[in-house]
Nanobody, 123 residues
Framework: QMQLVESGGGLVQAGGSLRLSCAAS????????MGWFRQAPGKEREFVAA????????DYADSVKGRFAISRDNAKNTVYLQMNSLKPEDTAVYYC????????????????WGQGTQVTVSS
């Protein structure tokens, strides 16, 4: 099956920026829509952003609109999440996920998941 590996997490102060990357292998990357989710301790995994296989259809959670930007480079089999103006409430483990044919915003609609990368935002 497809393998997804996230990177780019770390510790930043509120107002700072991070860029997450997700490298895919094992399946044709361009056939999949890609998404980013996050999960804080004691909370459900929540949708952050998603992008279609062509990059022409993008969706964001209301909590990150205007601050985060998702993009993909099919030639590099990689999806990115640029995170600006970070807030302490953005602290979570961030996961990337893959889905065939169409973008979605629910955990159950995605077929493959990475292991996550920790993002911590200090106040």
């Amino acid at each position: 099956q497809m393998q997804l590996v996230e990177s780019g997490g770390g510790l930043v102060q509120a107002g700072g920026s991070l860029r997450l990357s997700c490298a895919a292998s094992g399946r044709p990357f361009s056939s999949y829509a890609m998404g980013w989710f996050r999960q804080a301790p004691g909370k459900e995994r929540e949708f952050v952003a998603a992008i279609s296989w062509s990059g022409g259809n993008i969706d964001y959670a209301d909590s990150v609109k205007g601050r985060f930007a998702i993009s993909r480079d099919n030639a590099k089999n990689t999806v990115y999440l640029q995170m600006n103006s970070l807030k302490p409430e953005d602290t979570a483990v961030y996961y990337c996920a893959a889905r065939i044919r169409a973008i979605a915003t629910m955990n159950s609609q995605f077929d493959y998941w990475g292991q996550g990368t920790q993002v911590t935002v200090s106040s």
